[in-house]
């Protein structure tokens, strides 16, 4: 190993450990009340050390919502590569990946959705606000497809499929920032998957065309 990828390494090694840190922070304490050097402290460097891989709370924030982000894309593109499976069977198997989305880190995604409705993002590097938008639209792309499939296979209604993934993404926003409100108020009830459920059905109910 030369010694410019053993730095390199270095780099992303450190870079992780600050990522680990800032989400145990953020858990405990929300991003209003979280700050660098309370980071830096759980992390166990200098505050000094944190700049040198983000400029601001802002961004380091928002770097935890593209391993949601990336996991996302790698879903969706499962989703699209099964060629043999229908339009119906490619609906469920989105909305199955949709569980899995907010299985991997339920924390990190009610977040991102918290930062793309916030001032966050006016903070961020024009390269990580490229990539989050990259991304997000790759994303949106990603499950028009499948719509856009369904309505050529005319098994769903003809409508914009872009303007579809739009409204099942806002779907599936809305219920997790809601049902994660309501935990604030009851911590010992969770209707998350249930609630996201019927959504979900009845979403797929009204795309289906009538036979």
Do not use: C
């Amino acid at each position: 190993m030369g010694i410019q990828e053993r730095k390199e390494r270095e780099r992303e090694r450190r870079r992780q450990q600050i990522i680990v840190a800032a989400k145990r922070v953020f858990s405990e304490k929300g991003f209003n009340k979280a700050t660098m050097e309370d980071i830096a402290k759980e992390a166990e460097l200098s505050p000094g050390t944190l700049y040198l891989y983000f400029k601001n709370k802002e961004e380091l924030y928002a770097s935890l919502s593209l391993r949601i982000l990336q996991y996302l894309m790698i879903r969706l593109e499962h989703v699209n590569a099964e060629k043999n499976a229908g339009a119906e069977r490619k609906l469920d198997n989105l909305m199955a990946a949709m569980y899995d989305v907010y299985d991997f880190d339920p924390l990190i995604i009610i977040n991102m959705f918290q930062l793309q409705s916030s001032e966050t993002l006016k903070n961020l590097s024009d390269e990580l606000l490229t990539e989050i938008q990259d991304l997000s639209r790759n994303s949106i792309g990603a499950m028009a497809d499948i719509f856009r499939e369904g309505i050529d296979q005319g098994v769903f209604v003809d409508k914009h499929p872009v303007a579809m993934a739009d409204i099942f993404w806002s779907l599936f926003s809305g219920v997790v920032l809601w049902e994660a409100s309501k935990k604030v108020i009851n911590k010992e009830k969770d209707f998350l998957k249930p609630t996201l459920a019927t959504a979900f059905e009845v979403f797929a109910q009204g795309i289906k065309k009538k036979k």
